[in-house]
């Protein structure tokens, strides 16, 4: 389980974002003050990401970010201060993302899944659903052993599910995320690659229908 830290003061958004890390399969760690968590990083390491807040007590964000990089962790920027200055300072400094409150908590796990994907090693772990593995770097797909033939949508469709599992999603949202802009085709497209990869994989229990929303995938 991938850690990320979440290094915000303002107690009811770093609750919120870290119980949706941990719906999302994310180990989160949460701080609220600059300077306890330079001291923590000083003994620490072996995160994944880092979700970092500019105007923090103690160290701001902007001097937290030096020391994450030193400890090679990649960092998406949280925070209020949407200024052109600001967002120009903390991309050059070496920040992968710069995200203004508000956001969508969506959009979000997007963005964090696209930065750890640019970082991830090479030797990814096979993802395991009852007796399904999943290689995401092979893009393969094994049932009970057997190799099973999956469509280029199919696969992206099924580990799109994966990486927002335990979580209601709609279908325009789902084509969003696969085709990387605003979908403007028919939204039911996703039923036809749902009912493949029920059929193929026998998963009518593990990708539910949510009635009038769209799917959630129970693992």
């Known amino acids: 389980m991938k850690k990320i830290l979440v290094i915000e003061d303002e107690a009811a958004i770093n609750d919120l974002i870290c119980m949706n890390l941990e719906i999302a399969g994310y180990e989160p760690v949460p701080f609220f003050d600059g300077e306890e968590f330079s001291r ?61 409150k508000p956001f969508e908590m969506l959009e979000l796990l997007v963005r964090i899944d696209h930065v750890i994907k640019r970082f991830a090693d090479e030797t990814a772990e ?20 057997v190799e099973i033939s999956m469509q280029p949508m ?12 335990n979580r209601v999603m709609t279908r325009e949202q789902i084509l969003n995320i696969l085709w990387g802009v605003d979908f403007e085709g028919e939204s039911r497209t996703v039923d036809v690659h ?22 959630r995938m129970e693992v």
Request: charged share 30%; proline share 3%; with cysteine.
């Open 126 to 145: 096979d993802i395991r659903i009852k007796d399904v593995v999943i290689n995401e770097k092979k893009r393969t797909v094994h049932k009970a052993g």
């Open 40 to 100: 923590y990083l000083a003994k620490e390491d072996g995160y994944a990401l880092a979700l970092l807040d500019i105007m923090l007590p103690g160290k701001d964000g902007f001097a937290l970010l030096e020391e994450l990089k030193q400890h090679q962790i990649p960092v998406i920027y949280l925070t209020a201060k949407g200024d052109l200055p600001s967002k120009v300072k903390g991309l050059r400094s070496g920040a992968e993302d710069y995200i203004v």
């Open 154 to 165: 199919e696969f992206d469709c099924l580990l799109t599910f994966w990486k927002y599992r």
């Open 194 to 215: 749902v009912g493949n990869i029920r059929k193929k994989l026998d998963f009518a229990d593990v990708i539910i229908t949510v009635p009038r929303v769209g799917y």
